[in-house]
């Protein structure tokens, strides 16, 4: 079986792309790194060549998410995988036209979302980590009116394996982090979160400094998750996404890993986080969480 190796990057349909654009460029820590009419891709400071894409469109919405593959060979094997399950795949697999270019094909899952698998997208050769910037995208959870489902789609047709189950959420992964996609059980088909990956927690108290800074308030953290194990602070986006910095996320072990099961992740403590600092989110970011505004 062909296999998904990493999340790659989010597209976004945003309703003022100069605003979104200054929000990510200059408070996130992402920079552009494409731009045109109705659109600005943005990267971080890991070789992907970016890891957000922001279009104009007359209301917030998840447009699509993107995915590795390890070679042209692998998403073609990924295709007819998926084809011959009965997804619905948009088209063969082929260049793309997008800035980075690369090799692929979209589909789309159960719930209408599209995903695409790409391979030989450009890579920057520049890449360092710096102190308070993202280095990559580490992962998206998503809003599920049938997130079991969504789960079994992800496990069994795409390869990727269950790291941890909670009442709320089904965290997955496709190479050693922790997860790259959770599903949470929302009773909606929406984006919860997208989370970019600090290189160390203090890289989590710089951002979240320089998003104070610039206006935009702390609706969640700063703490440390049970499933995953990963800091976070999460912030809501000029659109109403909302976005976490997060550093630490557990590697798992392929071999020696146990998922764990919601009774093993029940809240003895009765703390939200595991330090007990980061208290409960706002009731603000929970709206924003359950995708309230998208179209
Ligand atoms: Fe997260």
């Given at each position: 079986m062909a296999r998904v190796t990493a999340l790659r990057s989010i597209e976004l349909g945003v309703t003022d792309l100069r605003r979104s654009a200054a929000f990510y460029g200059e408070c996130w820590g992402l920079r552009p790194v494409a731009q045109g009419p109705g659109f600005c891709f943005l990267r971080a400071t890991g070789p992907d060549h970016h890891v957000l894409v922001l279009r104009e469109r007359p209301a917030p919405a998840l447009i699509r998410i993107d995915f590795a593959a390890a070679s042209p060979l692998a998403v073609r094997k990924l295709h007819g995988e998926l084809e011959s399950g009965g997804v619905k795949v948009r088209a063969e697999p082929g260049p793309l036209e997008d800035p980075g270019g690369g090799y692929g094909f979209a589909f789309v899952d159960q719930a209408g979302r599209e995903f695409r698998i790409l391979t030989g997208v450009a890579v920057h050769a520049d890449a360092a980590d710096e102190p308070d910037r993202p280095r990559k995208l580490s992962h998206i959870v998503l809003n599920s009116t049938d997130?079991?489902?969504?789960?079994?789609?992800?496990?069994?047709?795409?390869?990727?394996?269950?790291?941890?189950?909670?009442?709320?959420?089904?965290?997955?992964?496709?190479?050693?982090?922790?997860?790259?996609?959770?599903?949470?059980?929302?009773?909606?088909?929406?984006?919860?979160?997208?989370?970019?990956?600090?290189?160390?927690?203090?890289?989590?108290?710089?951002g979240a400094g320089r998003m104070k800074e610039n206006g935009h308030a702390l609706e969640w953290g700063i703490g440390r998750h049970g499933p995953g194990n990963n800091v976070f602070a999460y912030f809501i986006d000029p659109d109403g996404f909302v976005v976490e910095h997060t550093a630490d996320l557990q590697r798992v072990d392929e071999v020696l890993h146990q998922p764990r099961t919601p009774q093993a992740w029940a809240r003895p403590l009765n703390r939200l986080d595991q330090w007990g600092f980061a208290g409960a989110p706002s009731e603000t970011i929970l709206n924003a969480m359950n995708g309230a505004g998208q179209a």
């Open positions: 997130a079991d489902a969504d789960s079994a789609f992800f496990l069994n047709v795409l390869d990727f394996r269950l790291s941890d189950q909670t009442a709320m959420m089904e965290f997955l992964r496709c190479n050693a982090d922790h997860h790259s996609i959770a599903f949470a059980r929302a009773g909606r088909v929406t984006l919860n979160h997208a989370a970019f990956e600090m290189p160390d927690w203090e890289g989590v108290m710089r």
